[in-house]
Each structure stands twice: as structure tokens, then as C-alpha cells.
């Protein structure tokens, strides 16, 4: 879980998290205090202005300090296989979150966190935020304590 070169894990504040999709991006939500994360909602991803727009008023609206992003990993890819396709998707909607709004961002492995929500009885219309919660839960959990 590699942070931006510089930055500290804070002990308080909220980070957001993201499954990013080229359709649509799940975001959950919780502290450093609690290490709970919870589903809070799903943006439409149609174009970049909206999709920044979305994440903008809900960075206004909570303030976090962190945010994470699912890295999509192929478990099947061999160390010299090049980065696939959503993998790469993702980790440049990272470092246009970073670029945007100038909070460290986070990356968590999320290969099965979509069939993990689907798994524990998600909603269709909610499993994108789901697996944004289950990607944040992941993160809090493999934090020091």
C-alpha cells in the first residue's frame, strides 16, 4: 500500500475511497478513529468534468485527508506482464485526484473486492460502493496500529 512520497498515515481525519469504472466509480467513506468504512455512493463516470465535479463537491462536503483508490491487480499477470488496461484506468484516476484536488492518495489492491460484494449480499444498484467500502475496509485493516 504505497502512499505518496513525503506524507505521513495520519491518525484522524476521513478518507474517501473510490472502485473506479468506466462507467460508474463506487466512493465509500470512514475515519482513522473508528477504521470503519461504509458504502456512501456511487458517481456516474460519462465525462472527466462530471466525473471531477462529483468528486469535488463530495471532497468539499466530507474533508478528507486521504483518499484510496482500488487497484485493480490481475491475479493471473506475471511480474513482467504489462499493466492491464483497468489497472492502468485507475491509477491515472488516482494521480488526477492527487493532481486535482492535492490530497495523498493511497492505493489498495481490489482484485476480488467486486465478487466479495456481490458475496456478502449487495444490492446490484450498490455494489460499486460496496466494493469501495470493502477496498477502504482493506485499507484501515492493513494500517500499524
Do not use: C
Amino acid at each position: 500500500m504505497p502512499e505518496l512520497p513525503g506524507r505521513e498515515t495520519p491518525h484522524d481525519g476521513t478518507v474517501l475511497a473510490f472502485d473506479y469504472g468506466e462507467k460508474k466509480i463506487g466512493v465509500a467513506l470512514g475515519n482513522f478513529i473508528t477504521r470503519q468504512a461504509r458504502a456512501l455512493t456511487i458517481l456516474p463516470n460519462i465525462t472527466v468534468d462530471g466525473r471531477f465535479e462529483a468528486v469535488g463537491a463530495l471532497i468539499r462536503e466530507w474533508t478528507p485527508v486521504r483518499l484510496v483508490v482500488g487497484l485493480p491487480v490481475n491475479p493471473d499477470a506475471g511480474p513482467d506482464d504489462a499493466e492491464q488496461a483497468s489497472m492502468r484506468l485507475a491509477r491515472r484516476f488516482g494521480n488526477q485526484l492527487n493532481g486535482r484536488f492535492d490530497l495523498p492518495v493511497e492505493w489498495v489492491d481490489e482484485r476480488y473486492s467486486s465478487r466479495a460484494a456481490s458475496m456478502a449480499g449487495a444490492k446490484r444498484g450498490a455494489l460499486d460502493a460496496e466494493a469501495a467500502r470493502i477496498i477502504l475496509q482493506q485499507y484501515f485493516d492493513e494500517l500499524p496500529l
